[in-house]
């Protein structure tokens, strides 16, 4: 046995040193020595050229998983950064389902130190900050609460007020009207609680200019301050700049003939008691064509503005005077008596029914009817109906009614005497 071992030894040695190859011997290869890659054997199956550039493609260095994730995020970093997660400083909308199928709807600004509060208990701000918008969370009694960022239209409603707000569904019919692109520059009399202002700025754009004159100093600072907010808070929570395109003006715009004589206007917003005071002020810096939108409360002062335009023959054409209205639906599933919502009614599939024919005949009146019998093969398999719930529509007891009249004035060219 150990003189075996000696052979074995010297004949492995022999091989390795080359002998085996001078005797006419192929030296071993181990398994994983012989075997060729796929990219190997797809390149002996191409022509010389194309197996070349097959070859320097595979030679050539691959970037890093760290690097391919930075090239990922580079087009997503240059066309700005999705909105994450609730800051602090930023608006966040709280909605609470109560009775009789009504949202109450609660607007704050986060503070790390903060609470919100309400009838249906609190929810510390650090709850909420971190967390992402349509998250639900549940307040210290137990109710359930859906936060999410507020829309334009919603921070309208909610901020902080002094005079009474031109609704969203007026601003975007006076928007309408008037035909903003962005670039153009308006005039705003009235700025009020800062409403308008933050609709027409959102229209004109960066390039844009909103010019809005105030009478009164509280109703002056107020509409700045909205504003101010709003932008803050647009800038922490999407990670965008709000264009900074308003000029808030504490003046009366009867008296500001002068500054107007170097502008021109696009458009033309009119939100004031007495608005036939300013249109002799404003018509000369308001393009030919161009539209002034008045804001009214009252029909008879819109019979008072047509009237001193026909008597003053200013260049103003009444073409539209419309009232916005939205009417509100409730659509419901159906209640049963014991105030519990009614169940689903689940088909039946596998009872045996009698055979019957395919046609019926129903006598109504001395008049025969033809029904047919089986009226569910008609319909397809993927619109057969497994369970249905009654529902009930009605018009909702809260409706959206008149707020105001809008004019639509257009300037014009008089005709030459």
Same mark, same amino acid.
Request: aromatic share 6%; with cysteine.
């Given at each position: ?85 609730? !800051? ?33 208990? /609190? ?37 902080? !007020? ?8 007026? /601003? ?34 960066? +390039? ?32 965008? +700049? ?33 608005? @036939? ?21 009252? /029909?008879? @002062? ?24 939205? !009417? ?7 209640? /049963? ?10 088909? @039946? ?63 014009? !060219?008089?005709?030459?005497?």
């Amino acid at each position: 046995m150990r003189a075996w071992r000696e052979l074995r030894r010297a004949a492995s040695s022999a091989l390795s040193s080359g002998d085996g190859v001078a005797l006419g011997r192929r030296p071993r290869r181990r398994a994983w020595e012989t075997s060729l890659s796929p990219l190997e054997r797809v390149r002996r199956l191409l022509p010389p050229e194309e197996a070349a550039a097959v070859g320097r493609c595979a030679a050539a260095p691959q970037a890093p998983p760290e690097e391919e994730k930075k090239e990922a995020a580079a087009p997503l970093e240059a066309g700005g950064a999705r909105p994450g997660s609730f !800051r602090a400083g930023e608006l966040v909308l709280a909605e609470l389902r109560r009775k009789h199928n009504t949202t109450l709807k609660l607007l704050c600004r986060l503070a790390a130190d903060s609470v919100l509060a309400s009838s249906s208990g /609190i929810l510390p701000h650090r709850d909420i900050i971190g967390q992402l918008p349509g998250q639900v969370l549940r307040t210290s009694t137990g109710t359930w609460m859906l936060l999410r960022r507020p829309s334009l239209e919603e921070y309208v409603l909610l901020m902080p !007020r002094g005079p009474t707000i031109a609704y969203p569904k007026d /601003i975007s019919a006076i928007l309408t009207m008037m035909d903003i692109y962005p670039g153009d520059t308006v005039l705003e009399t009235g700025s009020g609680s800062g409403a308008m202002s933050l609709f027409l700025s959102r229209a004109v754009g960066p +390039e844009g200019r909103v010019i809005s004159y105030e009478i009164r100093d509280d109703h002056h600072n107020l509409a700045k301050k909205n504003y101010k907010h709003w932008r803050t808070a647009w800038e922490i929570g999407r990670m965008q +700049e709000w264009p900074d395109n308003v000029n808030f003006i504490l003046k009366d715009i009867s008296t500001a003939a002068a500054d107007m004589k170097s502008v021109t206007l696009d458009a033309v917003v009119l939100d004031m008691l007495k608005p @036939q005071s300013a249109l002799p002020v404003v018509h000369p810096s308001l393009k030919q064509g161009g539209v002034c939108a008045v804001y009214l409360a009252n /029909i008879t @002062q819109v019979i008072d503005l047509l009237d001193r335009i026909r008597t003053c023959k200013l260049p103003f054409l009444c073409e539209r005077i419309i009232e916005v209205t939205h !009417r509100n639906w409730l659509v419901l599933p159906a209640k /049963i008596k014991n105030s519990k919502s009614s169940q689903m009614v689940e088909t @039946q599939e596998n009872i045996e029914e009698p055979p019957q024919k395919e046609y019926e005949e129903i006598h109504i009146q001395d008049q025969v009817v033809l029904k047919e019998s089986e009226y569910n093969e008609s319909l397809s398999d993927d619109a057969e109906t497994h369970c249905s719930v009654p529902y009930v529509a009605r018009p909702s007891y809260w409706q959206e009614a008149h707020s105001a009249f809008l004019t639509k004035l257009r300037k014009f !060219r008089p005709p030459l005497a």
